[in-house]
T-cell receptor, first 117, second 116 residues
Framework: DVKVTQSSRYLVKRTGEKVFLECVQD?????MFWYRQDPGLGLRLIYF???????EKGDIPEGYSVSREKKERFSLILESASTNQTSMYLC????????????????FGPGTRLTVT | AQTVTQSQPEMSVQEAETVTLSCTYD???????LFWYKQPPSRQMILVIR??????QNATENRFSVNFQKAAKSFSLKISDSQLGDAAMYFC?????????????FGEGTQLTVNP
């Protein structure tokens, strides 16, 4: 079974702190993703990575950065946490779709509920 | 840019009955993928069913089936013989075949309650 783990289920940080959210997958997936989930807004893509040291901005990258130094690990960094970054953060991973092949399923972690006070 | 809309924030169904969750999307592409994901109260999101736009046949997975209407850009999920374990948040998602990295665009979600 694919397993995607996130470093914390719940996290409370203060405004202005630097926050690291870690995600690890154990199935050698090339693609990894960070989403935030807010009521009424669904999931919105923050950043994704399709290879080590490669990253692309998603729909809401402002205030966030990412790091992917190893294939299995994808970190989300809040450089200076703000109260509007209070949210649920979900990590996901998937294999690369082969040409002509079906879409690859994304596998999700359990989420980190971040509160910024 | 593609958008996905789920117009039902909440739905409820009696155990053993059938419920349909709605999803519409907007795209200019002709080939793409659509998904339904389920997020139970434990929060681990799992894939329920997927559909490829070029396939006219509606996808089915046991008690879950979709009604894919490409011209109307509609992708509804039908759950038959609802069970208590079906209670969850359900998300509809779109994936372009053209963009890199398999990124998904999600709808707002529908919270499904199953009443015993």
């Amino acid at each position: 079974d694919v397993k995607v783990t996130q470093s914390s289920r719940y996290l409370v940080k203060r405004t202005g702190e630097k926050v690291f959210l870690e995600c690890v997958q154990d199935m050698d997936h090339e693609n990894m993703f960070w989403y935030r989930q807010d009521p009424g807004l669904g999931l919105r893509l923050i950043y994704f990575s399709y290879d080590v040291k490669m990253k692309e901005k998603g729909d809401i990258p402002e205030g966030y950065s990412v790091s992917r130094e190893k294939k299995e690990r994808f970190s989300l960094i809040l450089e200076s946490a703000s109260t509007n970054q209070t949210s649920m953060y979900l990590c996901a991973s998937s294999l690369v779709r082969l040409a002509g092949g079906p879409a690859r399923e994304q596998y999700f972690g359990p989420g980190t509920r971040l509160t910024v006070t | 840019a593609q958008t996905v809309t789920q117009s039902q924030p909440e739905m409820s169904v009696q155990e053993a009955e059938t419920v349909t969750l709605s999803c519409t999307y907007d795209t200019s592409e002709s080939d793409y993928y659509l998904f339904w994901y389920k997020q139970p109260p434990s929060r681990q999101m799992i894939l329920v069913i997927r559909q490829e736009a070029y396939k006219q046949q509606n996808a089915t997975e046991n008690r879950f089936s979709v009604n894919f209407q490409k011209a109307a850009k509609s992708f509804s999920l039908k759950i038959s013989d609802s069970q208590l374990g079906d209670a969850a948040m359900y998300f509809c998602a779109y994936r372009s075949k053209e963009t890199s990295g398999s990124r998904l665009t999600f709808g707002e979600g529908t919270q499904l309650t199953v009443n015993p």
